[in-house]
Every structure is written in structure tokens, then in C-alpha cells.
């Protein structure tokens, strides 16, 4: 048996096509289905519907073989203890920071806030500037509208989020797409059936180039 971790929102979406092409169409509706694991129709692969960034670590520890999460969340999990054999090129987006329309410089010493502590640790760091990061876990483009930080780093997509709350994207940290990651020792253990499953996503990915 294979177990697959997926996450119910836009990597859902995304992910379903390429899974189809391998055969594999959950047999519940997981927009209806209250289930959170789901039999497909390859009785050797199921698939469990866990929140995005869970799926790392449900991967770590063996519990799901393989899963599909967004190169954001692996970065802030560490990817280590992961293979990561696929760039599945779905869910795409861009890790940008953003600050208010009207602020020209960026201050010597910023306040950033973010869920994506670890990178834009590394970010600012990285370019020599001092950053005092504050965690937070959504609605990240409020922050500098009530004077809790200069700067955040979050997800750009189309940018109406930023624009429908005063602000602009200003510098890029990272192209993000949604990656396939596979638990070493499952790798290693279900060697044959994993290969076969990478194989399946290369070719749909191939034919989408
Ligand atoms: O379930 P939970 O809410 O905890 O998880 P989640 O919010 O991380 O799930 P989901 O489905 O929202 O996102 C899963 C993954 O999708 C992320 O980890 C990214 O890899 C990828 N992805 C792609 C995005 C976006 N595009 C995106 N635009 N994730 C979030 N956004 C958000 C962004 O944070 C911002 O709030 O959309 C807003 C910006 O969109 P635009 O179009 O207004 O620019
Ligand atoms: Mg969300």
C-alpha cells in the first residue's frame, strides 16, 4: 500500500490531474467527504487529506509515503529528512516582501512580519540586513497597516491581496512551486512502486511542457 499526503486546498486542485493520469481517483469527494483518509481507485494507493504544512512532516515520520506540498513549506521545514525527487510545477507562486505604496525606504533596522520565519531569516540575512522577524500564522498584510512591522514576506499570486490592502510587492526571495516528496526509508523499501509513480508524473509533466 501506498500512502499519498495531500492538503485539501489549491494543491488539491492542482495535484488532482496529475493523479488521475496515474490512475488514481479517490473514491469519496473530498469537497463532500469528512474523511480523512480516502481509498482510490488503485486499491494499492490511498490518500490522506491533511493541512499543507503537516505534510512534511507526516512524511518524515513514515506515516504517508510520498506527499505534495509547496516548496514554502519545505523550506520552512527543513528539508533534510525528505527526499524530493519532483518539481510538480503546480500551485505556483511567488515568495516576495511586500510594505506599504508609500514607503520608499526600507529602514535600517525592519520589522518583518511572517509565517516564514526560517526563510526570511536566511533572506534578510543574507543581504547583510537586520531584521527583527515577528511570527504570524495569516493575514500577514495587516500587519504593517497597524504599525506591527515595516515589511512582510508572504505568498504573491495575482498581488489583488496586497493591492485591496494598500500594499505593493517590492523584492523577490523565491520562484514557489508545489513539490513531490518521498519518506527515505519508504524509498528505499517500496522502491519499485514509488519509481514507477515518479515515472507516471514525469511523463504527464512532460507532455504539459
Ligand atoms: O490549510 P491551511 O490554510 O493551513 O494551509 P495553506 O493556507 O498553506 O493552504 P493553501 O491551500 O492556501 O496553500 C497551499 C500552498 O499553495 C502554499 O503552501 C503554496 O505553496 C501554494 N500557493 C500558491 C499559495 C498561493 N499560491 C497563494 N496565493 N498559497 C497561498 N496563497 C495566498 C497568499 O498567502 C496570500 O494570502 O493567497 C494570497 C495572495 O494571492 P493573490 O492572488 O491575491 O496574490
Ligand atoms: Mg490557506
Redesign the pocket.
Known amino acids: 500500500m501506498l500512502t499519498i499526503a495531500v ?5 488539491f486542485e492542482d495535484c488532482m490531474p496529475l493523479l488521475e493520469e496515474a490512475g488514481i481517483f479517490p473514491i469519496d469527494d473530498p469537497k463532500t467527504s469528512r474523511k480523512l483518509i480516502l481509498d482510490t481507485t488503485r486499491s494499492d494507493v490511498q490518500l490522506i487529506i491533511i ?3 503537516d505534510v512534511p512532516t507526516f512524511v518524515e515520520y513514515g506515516a504517508a509515503d510520498l506527499g505534495i ?5 519545505l523550506l520552512e521545514h527543513g528539508a533534510e529528512s525528505l527526499y524530493e525527487p519532483l518539481d510538480l510545477k503546480i ?3 511567488r515568495l516576495m516582501t511586500a510594505t506599504p505604496k508609500d514607503l520608499f525606504e526600507i529602514p535600517k533596522r525592519v520589522r518583518v512580519a511572517t509565517k516564514y520565519v526560517k526563510t526570511a531569516q536566511q533572506y534578510f540575512a543574507s543581504r547583510g540586513i537586520q531584521a527583527e522577524i515577528i511570527k504570524l500564522y495569516g493575514s500577514m498584510e495587516l500587519a504593517p497597516l497597524v504599525g506591527l512591522a515595516d515589511c512582510i514576506v ?9 493591492k485591496a490592502n494598500g500594499l505593493e510587492p517590492r523584492d523577490l526571495i523565491m520562484n ?1 512551486s ?1 513539490r513531490l516528496v518521498v519518506n527515505k526509508a519508504a524509498m528505499k523499501m517500496k522502491h519499485a512502486e514509488i519509481q514507477a509513480l515518479i515515472e507516471q508524473f514525469k511523463l504527464t509533466l512532460a507532455k504539459r511542457a
Open positions: 492538503s485539501k486546498g489549491r494543491i493541512r499543507a504544512t506540498a509547496g516548496k514554502d513549506v500551485a505556483c507562486c508572504d505568498l504573491v499570486d495575482t498581488g489583488n491581496t496586497l514557489i508545489s
